[in-house]
């Protein structure tokens, strides 16, 4: 579960963010929101933490916002290959993240 005001995970069974009182949606759902409704697009996906972590960095280093949204709850780690983490960007930023990402799959 994932509060849409300020993103904070929660663990299934939670209903409401401790944080800030809103009601807390499904990563899906929160997924399905951004991308219908606040322009963001999903440029990167990847079943490794650290891969979706380096990006962000990347992309904040570029001053470029970005969200991770990971599909697998961190209370209860599933086998490596189920998580299915994504990197989304706003749409007016996507050429420029994908620039970026690319940049550094050349750099490896
Ligand atoms: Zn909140």
């Known amino acids: ?17 401790a944080d800030c009182n809103t009601e807390l949606v499904t990563v899906e759902e929160f997924e399905h929101h951004l991308i219908h409704h606040d322009d963001w697009t999903p440029i990167f ?4 933490s650290y891969e979706a972590d380096m990006i962000k960095a990347n992309l904040e280093g570029a001053e470029i916002e970005s969200i991770v949204l990971s599909q697998n709850d961190k209370n209860f780690p599933a086998t490596g290959d189920l998580t299915v983490i994504k990197v989304l960007v ?19």
């Open 90 to 108: 706003k749409k007016n930023d996507e050429e420029d993240a994908k620039q970026i990402i690319s940049d550094i799959n050349t750099e490896q």
């Open 45 to 48: 996906q990847t079943s490794l």
């Open 1 to 17: 579960m994932i509060c849409p005001k300020c993103e904070a995970e929660y663990v299934e069974g939670v209903t409401v963010c």
